[in-house]
């Protein structure tokens, strides 16, 4: 990350008393990451097809977007809205599919992140990894502020996409009444919940994405308990009930999906949402070397159905060709070791979670005959990290 | 030209006026007209802006928040709970130096559930970091309104222009409201320097460790004291745009040289001026209008209270086991004077009980001893209670 101290201004010794007047750099706003330095040395393209193919976000008129940007575009094979340098932890899923989300959106957007870990190591003043217009404004509202910039960008005849993220607390939970207000109003914004099942930025508190019988500081395994007592909320339903044009969840596990469904969200007009699932090494428990692994196992056990519907239709299921048992997934994180314990209510609560994937595959009809995804672009680098040994 | 208008209407106009971008709000009694007449502007194609109707105040300012920060003009005007739900964001825009414009249709704050008028909302936020400009009549909401969006815009604060519900909002009174052509010149495009621009990327809102928030606080304190100027160029500049001045800082109505003074903010103000210009002070008095209550105007208050002996501050809200909000801060602004004024507090009209005319040779009698009042509600019928509570 770039440190900019120049943006930490002192205070102009005579009272602004003129309307609109030039201001530089407030404290709390950071200049962007590399933008600059990036700009004044390009990279050099390794191939001008794939700049053209990968760099360019569909549905944007680059003419209208000014030289620099248009420049700065075409230059790059891979346009990184965030930066590397920031402070997640190893194996972070979040960073790596927030990484994924911005590649596939390219440079003509702008983010309203709500509070939590993407927002706090991204940006620790005066540094920011955030190579595009980014805010963080409170931990429930990133959906409202997102509106309402959609809305000044219309109002002043722009057609800069807007995005908000948020993780699995601000969205299930404190800041689900904001996002259901966007979704019903259509704005024109594409919502990426990073879901990491827990408030991992606050120590691994409970949220209503935790799944069932997950321990965390707040649903705690002991004699009484065997962790969360609640299912998972099932939120991209609930998404789907606002007949959206386009819910989807996908994975970190699966690049080339995730891409491709940012990229889809980011061609319509109109309000989207994306469900990412993001493995967290700390609040899980597992060495931060198995974050694709674990990601993948989700998958592919059924407990994280792949999905997209559009209008409030299944449009679309990453298909599981052999389903892997619900075990094999829980016993590499520490957060279902209580499971795993010589007792009848462990026992039984594996089946409990075996039963919620085994509804998920026959309700999602997730058992296909097709190859498994492991697909197409960026499935090397999904391998290497990965379950295939 | 004056015309009979409703003060939410003429509001509503004020804020067509200043072409907002960006419009978002959520209904609440008293406030509710003011955005009834919005909505009506826009769908009879009068008023160019984006309607947001959203779900929540909470939401509304969340909106306005980000409208703001990505370059547009924005606005919404709220009431009470709403005041309240929306509290965390006010901080927020403040923090964040985002420029926009809120009425506050003032409201007391529940429970108990009433929906009349007191200031116990606006007061609530009065920490916020936001400027308070607190009107006596409607032709100073629709001034000040217009007002507000320059001194946002060029303080990079969020200004909230405090207008007392029912009393004013829905109040019909001849208001002039100036020409398009004279607001457009007073008031230029909204152009933020700091909008998000993919084309010169910055991040907003970063986390400040102990290292630099105290230094970041201190700007905000620095940009609040240093808008005290900035609000009175401006009304001086409207003025001479428009005609007509909204009040600076304070304004004060009656003889200069009397030793009695009233401040108040809001519609207690014409109520006041109203009895004495009806003759009803026995002596003479003058009415200390407290116009900007945030920043606090230190310096102008203690030019008006010059050769005061007794100053009663009146107020619709108070702090409970405390006191008076605005007694309380008075009495801190004046404690360093050599002679300073009694100085006797009282609360009104809380919750829309009535304030009438002869409230002001009732509060002259009330503070004729030599021992001021430090606090009390002036309008409360103790017979009505159990003797426990009196």
Redesign the interface.
């Known amino acids: 990350m770039a440190k900019t101290p120049e943006t930490a201004k002192k205070a102009p010794s005579k009272a602004a008393s003129k309307p609109a007047k030039a201001k530089t750099a407030k404290a709390g706003d950071a200049k962007s990451g590399g933008a600059k330095g990036k700009s004044a040395a390009p990279a050099e393209t390794p191939s001008r097809k794939v700049a053209a193919g990968v760099g360019t976000a569909p549905g944007v008129d680059a003419q209208a977007l000014g030289g620099e940007l248009a420049e700065l575009r075409r230059r790059q094979p891979r346009f990184r809205g965030l930066e590397a340098g920031h402070r997640a932890c190893q194996g972070c899923g979040e960073a790596l599919g927030a990484r994924l989300v911005m590649e596939a959106a390219g440079p003509d957007v702008m983010v309203a992140n709500a509070t939590g870990c993407l927002e706090v190591f991204t940006t620790p003043w005066p540094q920011s990894a955030w190579r595009v217009p980014w805010i963080h404004s409170l931990f429930e509202n990133a959906a409202a502020v997102a509106s309402g910039m959609e809305a000044a960008l219309k109002a002043r005849g722009h057609r800069t996409k807007v995005m908000a993220f948020g993780g699995d607390g601000s969205t299930f939970d404190i800041g689900f009444q904001a996002l259901s207000g966007m979704l019903e109003r259509t704005h024109n914004v594409l919502y990426v919940c990073f879901d990491n099942e827990a408030y991992m930025n606050t120590g691994i508190q409970r949220s209503s994405s935790t799944p069932h019988a997950a321990a965390t500081t707040t649903s705690p395994a002991g004699s009484q308990r065997m962790g969360k007592r609640h299912l998972k909320k099932d939120l991209l339903q609930i998404i789907a009930a606002h007949h959206v044009p386009y819910a989807a969840s996908a994975s970190v596990a699966y690049a080339a999906d995730l891409r491709r469904k940012v990229r889809r969200a980011i061609e319509i007009e109109g309000p989207t949402f994306l469900l990412l699932h993001v493995p967290c090494p700390l609040g899980w428990g597992h060495d931060g070397a198995k974050t694709i692994e674990i990601a993948r196992l989700a998958v592919q056990t059924g407990l994280f159905p792949v999905v997209e519907l559009e209008r409030n239709e299944l449009a679309g299921v990453m298909p599981i060709r052999q389903p892997r048992p619900v075990s094999d997934y829980l016993k590499l994180q520490n957060r279902f070791r209580h499971l795993f314990g010589n007792d009848h209510r462990a026992r039984q609560e594996r089946e409990h979670l075996q039963a919620l994937a085994d509804h998920n595959i026959a309700t999602y009809h997730l058992l296909g005959e097709e190859p498994d995804p492991l697909d197409t672009e960026g499935a090397d680098t999904v391998r290497r990290g990965g379950l295939i040994a | 030209m004056l015309k009979a208008l409703e003060g939410s209407q003429a509001l509503a106009r004020a804020v067509a006026l200043c072409r907002p ?2 419009v ?1 709000a959520y209904p609440i009694t008293p406030q509710t007209h003011i955005v009834e007449n919005i909505s009506k502007l826009v769908a009879d194609g009068e008023m160019g ?2 309607l ?5 105040e ?2 509304a300012a ?11 003009r ?1 606005y919404t005007a709220s009431s009470s709970q709403g005041i309240m739900l929306m509290s ?2 006010l901080y ?2 403040a ?3 985002i420029p926009a414009v809120i009425t506050c249709a003032n409201r007391s704050v529940g429970a108990p559930l009433n929906i009349w008028n007191d200031q116990a909302d606006s007061m609530a936020i009065r920490d916020s970091g936001c400027i308070q400009l607190y009107c006596a009549d409607n032709q100073e909401g629709v001034d000040s309104t217009i007002q507000a969006f ?1 001194i946002a ?4 604060l969020p200004v909230m222009v405090c207008v007392d519900g029912f009393v004013l909002t829905h109040t019909l009174e001849p208001i002039d409201l100036p020409s398009q052509t004279k607001v457009d010149r007073f ?8 909008r ?4 010169a ?9 102990p290292g ?1 928030f105290t ?2 606080r ?2 905000h304190h ?2 609040m004291q ?5 609000i009175e ?2 009304d001086a500049a409207y003025e001479k745009a428009i005609g007509r001045a909204a009040g600076g800082l304070l304004k004060t109505h009656g003889p200069k040289g009397a030793k009695t003074a009233v401040l108040a903010l809001g519609s207690v103000v014409s109520t006041l001026r109203q009895g004495l210009n009806d003759g009803l002070a026995k002596t003479p008095v003058k009415i200390i209008q407290l116009r900007c209550f945030r920043p606090f105007p230190t310096e102008a208050l203690i030019e008006a209270v010059d050769g005061v002996d007794d100053l009663i501050v009146l107020e619709r809200a108070f702090s409970p086991g405390l006191g008076g909000i605005v007694g309380t801060e008075v009495t801190a602004a004046l404690a360093h004077l050599k002679k300073r004024p009694r100085i006797h507090n009282f609360a009104v009209g809380l919750g829309g009980r009535d304030v009438p005319v002869e409230l002001l040779p009732e509060l002259i009698a009330a503070t004729r001893g030599t021992t001021p009042e430090p606090f009390r509600i002036f309008d409360v019928e103790l017979d009505k209670l159990p003797a426990e509570d009196r």
């Open positions: 971008g960006v978002a802006c984006e947001v109707s959203v779900e929540s909470f939401s969340s909106v306005v928040l980000g409208a703001a920060a990505a370059g547009a924005a965390e964001v927020n825009m923090g964040l130096r320059r815009e060029a303080t990079e008031l230029p495009e909204f152009d933020f320097a700091r998000l621009d993919p084309k990327p910055k991040s907003f809102g970063t986390l400040v460790d630099w230094e970041v201190h700007s620095r940009a240093k808008a005290l100027p900035v160029e401006i």
